[in-house]
């Protein structure tokens, strides 16, 4: 069974770095592309980030580029996102997403963890 | 970036009933569209990708059509648990977006 555990999120100020963790297992996790998905409260889905099976490709959305590092550990099964100059803008649920295949669409969801940017 | 545009916002529906969503998008994603379902406090579920390929365990009362930059998302009946968020997305190109969203609510 398909499993995506993320982890780290809280409290932070605005300015401060907070790093995500996506836990996965029951399925080969080197060999598919990865990827954050946020949601603001109350508002859609909006894709973060995007890194390739061997960790050689990243993607951002604009809002975060410069400023999010996407990354994994092949060798523990786990995805990273390092956030960095937090805004309130970042607040979100954050999830971890598995494609179904070679394409971006996601059919493995984690189930969230908040970041809330608040001083 | 290509910009989805989900109408309406808001469906209103008696269950057993039809409901068609539609997804517009900025410029052609060919056929390169999935749709997601997202019930409160719940991570989304792949509902159809591919346009009009239903994801495993899907029922067959949710179907997709469309190319280009028109999709329809249409439930044929609907039952109770289906009133929810539908999103759709664009993996034709980068950066990957979704659409806002249509909520699907009962009349």
């Known amino acids: 069974e398909v499993q995506l555990l993320e982890s780290g999120g809280g409290l932070v100020q605005p300015g401060g770095s907070l790093r995500l963790s996506c836990a996965a297992s029951g399925f080969t996790f080197s060999t598919y592309v990865m990827n954050w998905v946020r949601q603001a409260p109350g508002k859609g889905l909006e894709w973060v980030s995007s890194?390739?099976?061997?960790?050689?490709?990243?993607f951002y959305a604009d809002s975060v580029k410069g400023r999010f590092t996407i990354s994994r550990d092949n060798s523990e099964n786990t995805l990273f996102l390092q956030m960095n100059s937090l805004r309130a803008a970042d607040t979100a649920v954050y999830y971890c997403?598995?494609?179904?295949?070679?394409?971006?669409?996601?059919?493995?969801w984690g189930q969230g963890t908040l970041v809330t940017v608040s001083s | 970036e290509i910009v989805m545009t989900q109408s309406p916002v808001t469906l209103s529906v008696s269950p057993g009933e039809r409901a068609t969503l539609s997804c517009r998008a900025s410029q052609s994603v060919i056929s390169y569209l999935a749709w997601y379902q997202q019930k409160s406090g719940q991570a989304p579920r792949l509902l159809i990708y591919?346009?009009?390929t239903r994801a495993t365990g899907i029922p067959a009362r949710f179907s997709g059509s469309g190319s280009g930059t028109e999709f329809t998302l249409t439930i044929s009946s609907l039952q109770s648990e289906d009133f929810a968020v539908y999103y759709c997305q664009q993996y034709y190109n980068w950066p990957l977006t979704f659409g806002g969203g249509t909520k699907v609510e009962v009349k």
């Open positions: 591919g346009t009009s």
């Open positions: 997403a598995k494609p179904l295949s070679d394409y971006h669409h996601f059919d493995y």
């Open positions: 890194i390739s099976d061997n960790g050689g490709d990243t």
